[in-house]
């Protein structure tokens, strides 16, 4: 079975950063593309970043490209986003998800809640 | 990285149908033969019904469809049942900007 369980969310200030995790089991990662999608309180899905199965390419939306990192430890079986530079508006529920067709998120964890507040 | 554009609601009655419209340019929808269907009841994670446009992941009742015409993709819900009200999201692939979602619809079963 196809698990994804995410970590790493909370509250940190503006400016401030935060490294999420993705710990994936039941499919090999070293296979997939993976990527992350947000979800704002009460808003709709916004996809942030992906990355190829041997992090060889990374692709990030407009608004956060320089301020977050996608990275993988296929030998950990493992996902990452570390977000840097937080602003408010980055406040939401990040999911890792694998992507079994281009721009296609078949599997999804159950999310972290990043909140960004002073 | 516009996002595309879906209606913000849609209903029907137990046992109709009802479809769901996406619209977005040459450039992603019009482009590839990518696009995903996701379901997502209040406080869950979405869950992906269609991809790559007619596609259904295994489990899916065959009651949900997709079809694509040009720009505009459609989900198609057949024979409504309670379980089915939700929020829907269209995705497609976009080349170079790789995802773009629509920005969902609340179906309600009447």
């Known amino acids: 079975e196809v698990q994804l369980v995410e970590s790493g969310g909370g509250l940190v200030q503006p400016g401030g950063s935060l490294r999420l995790s993705c710990a994936a089991s039941?499919?090999?990662?070293?296979?997939?593309?993976m990527s992350w999608v947000r979800q704002a309180p009460g808003k709709g899905l916004e996809w942030v970043a992906n990355i190829k199965y041997d992090g060889t390419e990374k692709y990030y939306v407009d608004s956060v490209k320089g301020r977050f990192t996608i990275s993988r430890d296929n030998a950990k079986n493992s996902l990452f986003l570390q977000l840097s530079s937080l602003r408010a508006e980055d406040t939401a529920v990040y999911y890792c998800t694998r992507d079994i067709s281009p721009g296609t998120m078949g599997y999804w964890g159950q999310g972290t809640l990043v909140t960004v507040s002073s | 990285q516009s996002a595309l554009t879906q209606p913000p609601s849609a209903s029907g009655s137990p046992g109709q149908s009802v479809t769901i419209s996406c619209t977005g340019t040459?450039?992603?929808?019009?482009?590839?033969?990518?696009v995903s269907w996701y379901q997502q009841h209040p406080g869950k994670a979405p869950k992906l019904m269609i991809y790559d446009v007619t596609t259904r992941p295994s489990g899916v009742p065959d009651r949900f469809s997709g079809s694509k015409s040009g720009n505009t993709a459609s989900l198609t819900v057949s024979g409504l049942q309670a379980e089915d009200e939700a929020d829907y999201y269209c995705?497609?692939?976009?080349?170079?900007?790789?995802?773009?979602f629509g920005g969902g619809t609340k179906l309600t079963v009447l």
């Open positions: 995705g497609s692939f976009a080349g170079s900007n790789p995802v773009r």
């Open positions: 040459s450039s992603d929808v019009g482009g590839y033969d990518y």
């Open positions: 039941g499919f090999t990662l070293s296979s997939n593309w």
